[in-house]
C-alpha cells in the first residue's frame, strides 16, 4: 500500500495557515476540543480516495455500499459561508506523490465542489478501499422508525468470518456470549448486529452497536485481500469518534484490536476521539506496541486560531487543554533504579556517567530477578516507571532481558565473579598493585581468591573483604576496569540514555491509564 504520509491544509473553513499534520502508518489519533475540526480532518482525508478497477466500481463485499468516502456524508456546505471562500489541501504518501484538492462553484447547478487531482485518467482519485463510519451509526435501532427495520435474509459471512466475528466482539467487550451476526437495515444503517439466545438486535446495547459495525469493516478489509491476494493496495479505516458508547476498558481492547487488524490487513486506521483514557494509553512510552504505531494529531485554539501539535511530550499540555486546566508544573522526576544486591549497586555506581546518575534515585533495595520479574508481569505501577539493574548472569532469561524496564550489567555473570576473573587475568606487574612491603599485590590476591566452583554466598563474602583494598566506593578497581573495557562500558551508557529517555516520556499518571 502507498501509505498517506501527511496532510496539508492551506485553508479548509477553520483550518487553514498551512497545517502540515503527518498521518501514522498504522493508527492516527486526531483529539482535540469541539469545534477545533477533528471531523474535518478525517472527511479531508477520506475525499481523495475512490476504488475502481479500470471502470468497474468496488463493492463492499458485505454491503451494497461504495469503498470511499462522499463529501456529503461528512459535510453540509453553506452558500453563505463556503461558497465565496476557495479551499484547497492536498495528501502527501510516502512514495512523494502528491494529490491536490481544490473548491470550485459551480453555477450551473449551484454547487460546490471539491476537485481532487487534475481530470484526466490517471491523475484524479488515488485507488484504494476506504470505509468511513460516521456519527450516524450511533443512532439507537430503537430510535429506528419501527417500519423501517427490516431482516434480510443474505449473509455473506462465512464460517471464518462468524468465528472472527464472535472472537473479536467478546474480547473487546469481554464478554462470553455465543453471539452469532444477524443482518438487518433501517433508514440510516446496515448492520450485521450480535444475537445470542439471550438477545437479539433490539436488545443491543449502544456499545455492542458502534462495535458491530467497526468489527464488520474491518472483516469487509479482510475479505477484499483474501480476494484480491496481489492486487489488493491495502486500505484506509476512518472512525468519528471512536469511543463513543465503550467504556475505558472495552476502549483500550479496541485499540489493540484496531492495532493487530491494521497489521493483518494492511490498513491505516485513522480515528477522532475525545477519551482521555485513549489517548493517555497510547501516547505512554511504557506500551510500546502503541507508542512507537501510533501519531497524535492534537487540534487546539492558540489566539483563537486553529493550530496542530504532534509532539507526544507534549500529552500533559494535551489532556490539560481538553480539561480547561492549566498544565501542572512538576520538578524534574528522578528516575529510580533498582538492584539485585549491594555488589551490583557498586558496579553500576562506578561506570556509570555522572549526567547520567544526576536523574537517577540510586535505591537501596535488594531482591532477586525473578521478585523483579513478577512485578513488571503485573505492571505493578512504582516499576511501570522504574528502571531495574539486573547482574549479568541474567543474559540467558529472554523475558527479563527484553522487557523495556530492565538494563543488564556488562558482562554474563555476577559482578563480584566478573571482577574476580578480571583481577585473576592483571599481570603481577600492574600498575594496580601495590608495590610496596605488605601491600595489596598479586599474591595478596590469589591467596585469598575462592575457588572456581565457589558458591555465590562464598563469593560475596570475597568481595566484602576485598573491597576495602579497592579503594572508596571499590573507585580504584572501577577506574582499571575500566581503562580495559572503554567499548563496552560507552555501550552501556548508551543504553542507559536510551532507558532514561522513555522513562522521562511516562506521565506520572501512567497508573490511571486503560486497564486490562
Same mark, same amino acid.
Given at each position: 500500500?502507498?501509505?498517506?504520509?501527511?496532510?496539508?491544509?492551506?485553508?479548509?473553513?477553520?483550518?487553514?495557515?498551512?497545517?502540515?499534520?503527518?498521518?501514522?502508518?498504522?493508527?492516527?489519533?486526531?483529539?482535540?476540543?469541539?469545534?477545533?475540526?477533528?471531523?474535518?480532518?478525517?472527511?479531508?482525508?477520506?475525499?481523495?480516495?475512490?476504488?475502481?478497477?479500470?471502470?468497474?466500481?468496488?463493492?463492499?463485499?458485505?454491503?451494497?455500499?461504495?469503498?470511499?468516502?462522499?463529501?456529503?456524508?461528512?459535510?453540509?456546505?453553506?452558500?453563505?459561508?463556503?461558497?465565496?471562500?476557495?479551499?484547497?489541501?492536498?495528501?502527501?504518501?510516502?512514495?512523494?506523490?502528491?494529490?491536490?484538492?481544490?473548491?470550485?462553484?459551480?453555477?450551473?447547478?449551484?454547487?460546490?465542489?471539491?476537485?481532487?487531482?487534475?481530470?484526466?485518467?490517471?491523475?484524479?482519485?488515488?485507488?484504494?478501499?476506504?470505509?468511513?463510519?460516521?456519527?450516524?451509526?450511533?443512532?439507537?435501532?430503537?430510535?429506528?422508525?419501527?417500519?423501517?427495520?427490516?431482516?434480510?435474509?443474505?449473509?455473506?459471512?462465512?464460517?471464518?468470518?462468524?468465528?472472527?466475528?464472535?472472537?473479536?466482539?467478546?474480547?473487546?467487550?469481554?464478554?462470553?456470549?455465543?453471539?452469532?451476526?444477524?443482518?438487518?437495515?433501517? @433508514?440510516?444503517?446496515? &448492520? %450485521? *448486529?450480535?444475537?445470542?439466545?439471550?438477545?437479539?438486535?433490539?436488545?443491543?446495547?449502544?456499545? /455492542? #452497536?458502534?462495535?458491530?459495525?467497526?468489527?464488520?469493516?474491518?472483516?469487509?478489509?479482510?475479505?477484499?485481500?483474501?480476494?484480491?491476494?496481489?492486487?489488493?493496495?491495502?486500505?484506509?479505516?476512518?472512525?468519528?469518534?471512536?469511543?463513543?458508547?465503550?467504556?475505558?476498558?472495552?476502549?483500550?481492547?479496541?485499540?489493540?484490536?484496531?492495532?493487530?487488524?491494521?497489521?493483518?490487513?494492511?490498513?491505516?486506521?485513522?480515528?477522532?476521539?475525545?477519551?482521555?483514557?485513549?489517548?493517555?494509553?497510547?501516547?505512554?512510552?511504557?506500551?510500546?506496541?502503541?507508542?512507537?504505531?501510533?501519531?497524535?494529531?492534537?487540534?487546539?485554539?492558540?489566539?483563537?486560531?486553529?493550530?496542530?501539535?504532534?509532539?507526544?511530550?507534549?500529552?500533559?499540555?494535551?489532556?490539560?487543554?481538553?480539561?480547561?486546566?492549566?498544565?501542572?508544573?512538576?520538578?524534574? @522526576?528522578?528516575?529510580? &533504579? %533498582? *538492584?539485585?544486591?549491594?555488589?551490583?549497586?557498586?558496579?553500576?555506581?562506578?561506570?556509570?556517567? /555522572? #549526567?547520567?546518575?544526576?536523574?537517577?534515585?540510586?535505591?537501596?533495595?535488594?531482591?532477586?530477578?525473578?521478585?523483579?520479574?513478577?512485578?513488571?508481569?503485573?505492571?505493578?505501577?512504582?516499576?511501570?516507571?522504574?528502571?531495574?539493574?539486573?547482574?549479568?548472569?541474567?543474559?540467558?532469561?529472554?523475558?527479563?532481558?527484553?522487557?523495556?524496564?530492565?538494563?543488564?550489567?556488562?558482562?554474563?555473570?555476577?559482578?563480584?565473579?566478573?571482577?574476580?576473573?578480571?583481577?585473576?587475568?592483571?599481570?603481577?606487574?600492574?600498575?594496580?598493585?601495590?608495590?610496596?612491603?605488605?601491600?595489596?599485590?598479586?599474591?595478596?590476591?590469589?591467596?585469598?581468591?575462592?575457588?572456581?566452583?565457589?558458591?555465590?554466598?562464598?563469593?560475596?563474602?570475597?568481595?566484602?573483604?576485598?573491597?576495602?583494598?579497592?579503594?572508596?566506593?571499590?573507585?580504584?578497581?572501577? @577506574?582499571?576496569?575500566?581503562?580495559?573495557?572503554?567499548?563496552?562500558?560507552?555501550?552501556?551508557?548508551?543504553?542507559?540514555?536510551?532507558?532514561?529517555?522513555?522513562?522521562?516520556?511516562?506521565?506520572?499518571?501512567?497508573?490511571?491509564?486503560?486497564?486490562?
Amino acid at each position: 500500500m502507498n501509505r498517506i504520509k501527511e496532510l496539508n491544509i492551506v485553508k479548509f473553513r477553520h483550518l487553514e495557515n498551512m497545517l502540515n499534520i503527518k498521518i501514522g502508518e498504522k493508527l492516527t489519533i486526531i483529539a482535540g476540543g469541539n469545534g477545533t475540526g477533528k471531523s474535518s480532518v478525517l472527511g479531508l482525508i477520506g475525499h481523495v480516495f475512490s476504488f475502481r478497477n479500470e471502470d468497474t466500481v468496488i463493492m463492499n463485499p458485505f454491503y451494497k455500499t461504495l469503498l470511499e468516502t462522499q463529501f456529503s456524508e461528512v459535510f453540509r456546505f453553506s452558500p453563505a459561508h463556503d461558497y465565496a471562500s476557495p479551499y484547497s489541501y492536498s495528501l502527501l504518501f510516502h512514495d512523494g506523490i502528491t494529490r491536490n484538492a481544490v473548491s470550485r462553484f459551480v453555477a450551473k447547478n449551484n454547487r460546490f465542489r471539491v476537485d481532487v487531482g487534475e481530470r484526466k485518467k490517471g491523475y484524479g482519485k488515488v485507488s484504494c478501499p476506504v470505509v468511513y463510519l460516521g456519527l450516524k451509526r450511533l443512532i439507537p435501532l430503537a430510535q429506528e422508525s419501527e417500519g423501517s427495520i427490516k431482516v434480510l435474509l443474505v449473509n455473506k459471512l462465512n464460517n471464518e468470518d462468524r468465528t472472527l466475528y464472535k472472537e473479536w466482539h467478546n474480547r473487546v467487550l469481554v464478554l462470553e456470549d455465543d453471539v452469532a451476526p444477524q443482518h438487518m437495515k433501517s @433508514r440510516n444503517k446496515e &448492520v %450485521y *448486529f450480535p444475537t445470542c439466545d439471550k438477545y437479539d438486535a433490539l436488545g443491543n446495547s449502544a456499545g /455492542q #452497536d458502534n462495535l458491530a459495525q467497526i468489527i464488520l469493516a474491518l472483516l469487509s478489509f479482510k475479505r477484499l485481500k483474501e480476494e484480491l491476494k496481489e492486487n489488493y493496495p491495502g486500505g484506509i479505516l476512518l472512525i468519528d469518534e471512536v469511543e463513543t458508547t465503550l467504556y475505558p476498558a472495552a476502549q483500550y481492547q479496541l485499540m489493540r484490536l484496531l492495532l493487530k487488524a491494521a497489521r493483518d490487513y494492511d490498513l491505516q486506521v485513522i480515528f477522532t476521539t475525545h477519551s482521555t483514557d485513549i489517548i493517555n494509553y497510547m501516547l505512554n512510552p511504557q506500551e510500546m506496541p502503541f507508542y512507537y504505531s501510533t501519531e497524535i494529531i492534537y487540534l487546539y485554539k492558540e489566539r483563537g486560531v486553529i493550530a496542530v501539535c504532534q509532539d507526544k511530550n507534549e500529552l500533559p499540555g494535551m489532556l490539560a487543554d481538553l480539561r480547561h486546566t492549566v498544565r501542572e508544573q512538576h520538578p524534574q @522526576r528522578k528516575i529510580n &533504579v %533498582y *538492584f539485585e544486591d549491594e555488589e551490583a549497586r557498586i558496579f553500576f555506581r562506578g561506570i556509570v556517567k /555522572q #549526567d547520567l546518575k544526576s536523574k537517577l534515585a540510586i535505591k537501596k533495595c535488594n531482591s532477586g530477578a525473578e521478585f523483579y520479574g513478577t512485578l513488571l508481569m503485573n505492571r505493578f505501577p512504582e516499576f511501570r516507571k522504574s528502571l531495574i539493574v539486573l547482574d549479568g548472569d541474567q543474559c540467558q532469561n529472554i523475558r527479563l532481558k527484553r522487557n523495556s524496564n530492565v538494563l543488564l550489567l556488562p558482562g554474563s555473570v555476577r559482578p563480584e565473579n566478573l571482577f574476580c576473573d578480571f583481577l585473576d587475568l592483571l599481570a603481577e606487574d600492574d600498575a594496580f598493585w601495590e608495590s610496596k612491603l605488605g601491600g595489596y599485590d598479586k599474591q595478596a590476591f590469589l591467596n585469598r581468591k575462592p575457588a572456581s566452583t565457589a558458591s555465590r554466598d562464598i563469593m560475596k563474602r570475597w568481595f566484602t573483604s576485598e573491597k576495602v583494598n579497592w579503594g572508596g566506593g571499590c573507585g580504584k578497581l572501577m @577506574r582499571r576496569w575500566k581503562s580495559s573495557n572503554e567499548t563496552t562500558v560507552n555501550s552501556f551508557n548508551d543504553a542507559l540514555k536510551n532507558k532514561i529517555e522513555r522513562l522521562e516520556l511516562t506521565p506520572q499518571n501512567s497508573s490511571s491509564a486503560l486497564h486490562r
